[in-house]
Nanobody, 121 residues
Framework: QVQLVESGGGSVQAGESLRLSCAAS????????MGWYRQAPGKQRELVAA???????NYADSVKGRFTISRDNAKNTVSLQMNSLKPEDTAVYYC???????????????WGQGTLVTVSS
């Protein structure tokens, strides 16, 4: 069974930085896409950033220039470096893995349990 475990959330002041990490555990042969989504209170979950196994990344307009996504294919990890945080970045951040292949089966999409990021002004 494949699971995603996040770490790194917390509370910071506006302008500070945080780094989120996510590790996929289990017998994994390949993960095509990994990314981060977030959900603020009363809002829908939205894509923050995603990265393919080849290293191609895309970002939400609201975080471009401030957040950087990276991944280690050998370790099945993905990280999100968040700089110049703003109060509007406050949300629960979820790790996502798309098209996960274990060698015997495919998982279309997997989610982590979420980690809370709170940015105060």
């Amino acid at each position: 069974q494949v699971q995603l475990v996040e770490s790194g959330g917390g509370s910071v002041q506006a302008g500070e930085s945080l780094r989120l990490s996510c590790a996929a555990s289990g017998s994994i042969f390949r993960i095509n896409k990994m990314g981060w989504y977030r959900q603020a209170p009363g809002k829908q979950r939205e894509l923050v950033a995603a990265i393919t196994s080849g290293g191609s990344a895309n970002y939400a307009d609201s975080v471009k220039g401030r957040f950087t996504i990276s991944r280690d294919n050998a370790k099945n990890t993905v990280s999100l470096q968040m700089n110049s945080l703003k109060p509007e970045d406050t949300a629960v951040y979820y790790c996502n893995a798309g098209q996960v292949y274990t060698g015997s089966r495919w998982y279309l999409e997997l989610w982590g349990q979420g980690t809370l990021v709170t940015v105060s002004s």
